[in-house]
T-cell receptor, first 113, second 111 residues
Framework: DAMVIQNPRYQVTQFGKPVTLSCSQT?????MYWYQQKSSQAPKLLFH???????NEADTPDNFQSRRPNTSFCFLDIRSPGLGDAAMYLC????????????FGSGTRLTVV | GENVEQHPSTLSVQEGDSAVIKCTYS??????FPWYKQELGKRPQLIID?????GEKKDQRIAVTLNKTAKHFSLHITETQPEDSAVYFC??????????FGTGTRLKVLA
């Protein structure tokens, strides 16, 4: 089935140790997003790609970076994770055109110790 | 910028009753309004959406209404079942490839 796959489902990292989360999609969607979701809160957009065009949200910390080497893959790099970065990280895709719903991946739950 | 308010934050209903969740948005250019259901520990899933050229859309027990003049839209769930228990998020977008989410409503259906 076409879908959005995130790996790993659970990630434990040490305070300050760089970590990379991955997302792949078989939907051939142009747009890919990274959201951060903390407990009982709405997903918060970190950045999105339209094809290779990168769009950063103004309040996304510099500690967060992203790469999209091709249509299918997108990575979230956290350069120096802090305790406040513990959250669920959701990858999503959508078709171009803007007026379509997202398809979310299952998420990666990040724990910082 | 766009702001989406969602009410109530929690909602408990008896099984078989109806549930209504309301959202208001600030950007008059918004033209797409999806609703997502998120069960505990799982991904948000799109359950219904509406575009600005219609006022109501229905899919079995779920319906969404849109009032563009008042800038609000609502999710209606009829004949609620325990499996409807989840957090529901509304969102609003204007075709710029990103949507602003509401703060979520935790719906609990009591058996």
């Amino acid at each position: 089935d076409a879908m959005v796959i995130q790996n790993p489902r659970y990630q434990v990292t040490q305070f300050g140790k760089p970590v990379t989360l991955s997302c792949s999609q078989t939907l051939n969607h142009n747009v890919m997003y990274w959201y951060q979701q903390k407990s009982s809160q709405a997903p918060k957009l970190l950045f999105h790609y339209y094809d290779k065009d990168f769009n950063n949200e103004a309040d996304t910390p510099d500690n967060f970076q992203s790469r999209r080497p091709n249509t299918s893959f997108c990575f979230l790099d956290i350069r120096s994770p802090g305790l406040g970065d513990a959250a669920m990280y959701l990858c999503a895709t959508s078709r171009e055109g803007g007026a379509y719903g997202y398809t979310f991946g299952s998420g990666t739950r990040l724990t910082v110790v | 910028g766009e702001n989406v308010e969602q009410h109530p934050s929690t909602l408990s209903v008896q099984e078989g009753d109806s549930a209504v969740i309301k959202c208001t948005y600030s950007d008059s250019a918004s033209n797409y309004f999806p609703w997502y259901k998120q069960e505990l520990g799982k991904r948000p899933q799109l359950i219904i959406d509406i575009r600005s050229n219609v006022g109501e859309k229905k899919d079995q027990r779920i319906a969404v209404t849109l009032n563009k003049t008042a800038k609000h839209f609502s999710l209606h769930i009829t004949e609620t079942q325990p499996e409807d228990s989840a957090v529901y998020f509304c969102a609003a977008g204007s075709g710029t490839y990103k949507y602003i989410f509401g703060t979520g409503t935790r719906l609990k259906v009591l058996a």
